[in-house]
C-alpha cells in the first residue's frame, strides 16, 4: 500500500524515530524512500539568526555561498541517511531543495508520485505549546495522500 514513502527531514532528532518506523513500513511491503532536505533561504539567512555568511548586511552573492555551502552538507546528510534504507532492503534516493519547506514537500509528493509522507510532529524549531510544527502542520492539511506524523 505504501510503497512509495517520502521523508522530509531537518535532521532533528525525531528523524531517527521516523527512520525506525520507516524500517517497519518496509516489513510491510514499502519499497522505495526518498529523503528530502529542504533549505529555507528565509531561515538560513534571517537578521535574527546571522550565520557567518547571512545575515544583516549579507549581499546576494553571500547568501548565494551559504545557501551552497548548506546544500552539500544536506547532501552528505541526506544521502547518509538514504544509505541506512538502502542497507536493510529499499531502493533509496536522496535530495535536497531550497525554498519553502511544505510547498516543496507537497510539490516533490506529486512529482515523484509517493504514496505516504512520514513526518515528525515537531523539528528543529520545537516549540512545545503547539500540537504541530508549522510544517508539519502544513504538509498535514495539504497533502493528497496519507501523512504519518511521528511524535518525538
Ligand atoms: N526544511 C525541512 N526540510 C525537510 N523536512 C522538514 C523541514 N522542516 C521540517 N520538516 C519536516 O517537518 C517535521 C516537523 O518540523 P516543523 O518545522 O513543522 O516543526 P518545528 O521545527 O518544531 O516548528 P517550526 O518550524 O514551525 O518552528 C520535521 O520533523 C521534518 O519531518
Ligand atoms: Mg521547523
Redesign the pocket.
Known sequence: MFTRILF???F?S??DL?AAYIHKLREAGAQEVLV???I?PSSLLAPAAPGPLGGVGATPAMNQRAVEEWRESAMEACGRLADEFSGVGFTATATVEVGD?AKI?LRTARAENSKVIV?????????AEFF??????EVVRKSHVPVLVIKP
Do not use: E, M
Not at 119 to 127: L, Y
Open positions: 522530509p527531514t531537518d532533528s525525531v528523524s521516523a528530502l532536505n529542504v529555507d519547506p514537500i513526518v515528525g510532529a515537531h523539528g528543529k524549531g520545537h516549540v504541530l510544527g508549522s510544517v508539519s502542520d
